[in-house]
């Protein structure tokens, strides 16, 4: 099974970049930038990563990110990361990118995108890997704030297929941003959103109904609502699911009570992910082989889970037909 899964052309639809900072990676960069770092050893970051709930993450996630200072920097951290996901048969990523939190430190967002797309184009050239960016609003900070990146973001919009709404989900529904969302869509961009993580399935309704998503991030929770079940499965909608993100974050007690059969079993469009890996305990491959252990899963479903992200991706016609046909090559 390891095999047949490490060589099924994989496409991943809900990576944070800034959440593939390696221990490693963040030991190196606090060196080269003379940062003092909370953590003295790789195992003494590792052991901070016991989260309770998604703030608990975020405030770790934030807190490791400081590291990232130079357009090197960011270009080093998304390498790490395409290297990777490139040896565990990973062939496309679209990756939420925090610019806010950067912004907040004094970082230009020239530096931020500067660093990504050099590593991009590196991945694509060198490694066959295709990518695209997805600008994402840090739903706990003002919808004004969020306006006044998109609008700086303009002079760099050919980078991005789309924005998106990452960070502390509970309290910040997503009508808070129905204006930033509107304005994103009259741009040009598309709009994906997380909803239905810690968020209830009404954050669901309204990351379609108002901001007109093309796509659901994590949507787990539309499980409690069996109209809205229907609704999704009736309209094809996405969801980019994580499963090994829900279980680190306590969404769901273990892997074995994931809701992920339940949602297939529904006809719902589902999609494998990783979201975090650096912090949820591994990458994409690892997502698929723990649903294989805990649901025994066969080659059958997860091609379909693969063709489904490379359906949904953000990418050209001619990459998507060659990796559909890809996958339709593989004898299993
Ligand atoms: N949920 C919400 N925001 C995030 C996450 C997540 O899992 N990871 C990084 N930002
Ligand atoms: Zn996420």
């Given at each position: 099974?390891?095999?047949?899964?490490?060589r099924?052309?994989?496409?991943?639809?809900?990576?944070?970049?800034?959440?593939?900072?390696?221990?490693?990676?963040?030991?190196?960069?606090?060196?080269?930038?003379?940062?003092?770092?909370?953590?003295?050893?790789?195992?003494?970051?590792?052991?901070?990563?016991?989260f309770?709930?998604?703030?608990?993450?975020?405030?770790?996630?934030?807190?490791?990110?400081?590291?990232?200072?130079?357009?090197?920097?960011?270009?080093?951290?998304?390498?790490?990361?395409?290297?990777?996901?490139?040896?565990?048969?990973?062939?496309?990523?679209?990756?939420?990118?925090?610019?806010?939190?950067?912004?907040?430190?004094?970082?230009?967002?020239?530096?931020?995108?500067?660093?990504?797309?050099?590593?991009?184009?590196?991945?694509?050239?060198?490694?066959d890997?295709?990518?695209?960016?997805?600008?994402?609003?840090?739903?706990?900070?003002?919808?004004?704030?969020?306006?006044?990146?998109?609008?700086?973001?303009?002079?760099y919009?050919?980078?991005?297929?789309?924005?998106?709404?990452?960070?502390?989900e509970l309290?910040?529904p997503?009508?808070?941003?129905?204006?930033?969302?509107?304005?994103?869509?009259?741009?040009?961009?598309?709009?994906?959103?997380?909803?239905?993580?810690?968020?209830?399935?009404?954050?669901?309704?309204?990351?379609?109904d108002?901001?007109?998503?093309e796509?659901?991030?994590?949507?787990?929770?539309?499980?409690?609502?069996?109209?809205?079940?229907?609704?999704?499965?009736?309209?094809?909608?996405?969801?980019?699911?994580c499963?090994?993100?829900?279980?680190?974050?306590?969404v769901?007690?273990?892997?074995?009570?994931h809701?992920?059969p339940?949602?297939l079993?529904?006809?719902?469009?589902?999609?494998?992910?990783?979201?975090?890996?650096?912090?949820?305990?591994?990458?994409?491959?690892?997502?698929?082989?723990?649903?294989?252990?805990?649901?025994?899963?066969?080659?059958?479903?997860?091609?379909?889970?693969?063709?489904?992200?490379?359906?949904?991706?953000?990418?050209?016609?001619?990459?998507?037909?060659?990796?559909l046909?890809?996958?339709?090559?593989?004898?299993?």
């Amino acid at each position: 099974m390891y095999n047949q899964l490490l060589r099924l052309p994989k496409a991943e639809l809900h990576l944070h970049i800034e959440g593939t900072l390696t221990p490693e990676r963040m030991m190196s960069l606090a060196e080269r930038n003379g940062m003092p770092l909370r953590y003295t050893s790789v195992d003494d970051i590792y052991a901070a990563y016991e989260f309770t709930d998604l703030q608990s993450f975020l405030d770790v996630y934030f807190q490791g990110m400081q590291v990232l200072k130079t357009a090197q920097d960011f270009e080093d951290l998304a390498m790490d990361y395409f290297e990777l996901a490139h040896s565990e048969g990973v062939v496309h990523i679209e990756l939420h990118v925090d610019p806010q939190a950067h912004l907040a430190r004094g970082i230009a967002l020239e530096t931020v995108i500067e660093g990504l797309n050099r590593a991009r184009s590196r991945a694509q050239r060198e490694l066959d890997l295709s990518s695209a960016m997805i600008l994402a609003f840090l739903r706990d900070r003002p919808a004004e704030e969020a306006a006044e990146l998109l609008e700086s973001t303009i002079p760099y919009l050919e980078h991005f297929a789309a924005v998106g709404l990452d960070s502390a989900e509970l309290g910040h529904p997503p009508s808070k941003f129905r204006q930033v969302f509107a304005r994103a869509a009259e741009l040009g961009l598309a709009r994906v959103a997380h909803a239905g993580e810690e968020g209830p399935p009404a954050y669901i309704y309204e990351a379609l109904d108002i901001l007109d998503v093309e796509r659901i991030d994590h949507g787990v929770r539309c499980m409690e609502d069996p109209a809205l079940v229907e609704r999704l499965r009736d309209e094809r909608r996405v969801l980019t699911v994580c499963p090994l993100s829900n279980v680190r974050l306590k969404v769901v007690e273990r892997m074995e009570d994931h809701p992920l059969p339940a949602m297939l079993d529904a006809g719902l469009m589902l999609t494998l992910n990783s979201d975090d890996p650096s912090y949820f305990g591994g990458g994409l491959l690892d997502n698929y082989l723990a649903c294989h252990q805990a649901f025994g899963w066969d080659m059958v479903v997860f091609k379909k889970l693969a063709r489904n992200a490379l359906n949904a991706a953000f990418m050209s016609e001619a990459r998507r037909e060659a990796l559909l046909a890809r996958m339709d090559a593989l004898s299993v």
